[in-house]
């Protein structure tokens, strides 16, 4: 088991930027595959990015790409999640997420344990 705790939210203008963290304790946190996840009020909750387990290889969303970039420090325990450029509609929820089954999946149900957010809100 591992536990997630995000950090690094916050009001932010657009344009701006924002570091996510989310520290991992428990089991081994290089062996799960770690995503980060959104959801805004009244929306599902929607993949944003994963990284495999050594950190070699990202995926991003087409919302995202370019603007976001995931990262891990196996380390620390940390993954990370750099927000540039932000945009208004990226207020959100932000949510990190351990995959033990290592699928670097982009649908919420495949991952097994998850930190309780952290609010990222993009004013005009």
């Known amino acids: 088991q591992v536990q997630l705790v995000e950090s690094g939210g916050g009001l932010v203008q657009a344009g701006g930027s924002l570091r996510l963290s989310c520290a991992a304790s428990?089991?081994?946190?290089?062996?799960?595959?770690m995503g980060w996840f959104r959801q805004a009020p009244g929306k599902d909750r929607e993949f944003v990015a994963t990284?495999?387990?050594?950190?070699?290889?990202?995926s991003h969303a087409d919302s995202v790409k370019g603007r976001f970039t995931i990262s891990r420090d196996n380390v620390k325990n940390t993954v990370y999640l750099q927000m540039n450029s932000l945009k208004l509609e990226d207020t959100a929820v932000y949510y990190c997420a351990a995959d033990y089954q290592g699928r670097m999946a982009t649908m919420a149900y495949e991952y097994d344990y998850w930190g309780q957010g952290t609010q990222v809100t993009v004013s005009s």
């Open positions: 990284i495999n387990r050594s950190g070699a290889i990202t």
């Open positions: 428990g089991r081994t946190f290089s062996s799960y595959v």
